[in-house]
């Protein structure tokens, strides 16, 4: 399973077997879910979820806080807390093994660049958690 959080604030989830992409989850599909919701600045509270920064805006108060919680037949995605995206009821083909669901969570980070308009993009990582502890929130 991989999640992007671009920019442009699409966010997106492509659930794999061992050979396919099984589902793509974003605010334009659906991945055969029964319930979809956001995904994308639709709304104000979802335009209000991310925040926007300036060049000259300090770093600290600029980064913004993701949460993903799966389940067999579900991921949500929350920013700062907001719940951005959420798809639930997946088919059978795209739901998360149990195997995912019992074992360790690896999280990598990966990047890739498009030919555009010179950019800043500012990262920072600070705690990953999938699936957290309520308590820990």
């Not at 997106?12 to 099984?22: F, K, L, M, S, V």
């Not at 108060?61 to 037949?73: G, P, Q, S």
Request: with cysteine; aromatic share 10%.
């Amino acid at each position: 399973m991989g999640c992007a959080f671009p920019s442009d604030r699409l966010s997106e989830c492509r659930i794999y077997d061992n050979e396919r992409i099984t589902a793509n989850l974003s605010a334009y599909a659906s991945g055969g879910a029964a319930n979809v919701f956001g995904g994308g600045p639709t709304s104000e509270a979802l335009r209000n979820a991310w925040r926007l920064c300036g060049p000259a805006d300090p770093d600290t108060v600029c980064r913004d806080h993701f949460r993903i919680e799966l389940a067999h037949d579900a991921v949500t995605i929350f920013v700062n807390g907001v719940r951005y995206m959420e798809h639930r009821g997946l088919p059978p083909s795209a739901q998360l093994p149990d195997e995912l669901m019992r074992s360790s969570v690896y999280v990598y980070f990966a990047s890739w660049a498009y030919l555009v308009e010179a950019t800043v993009a500012r990262v920072h990582w600070g705690r990953i958690a999938v699936n957290p502890d309520p308590l820990m929130r």
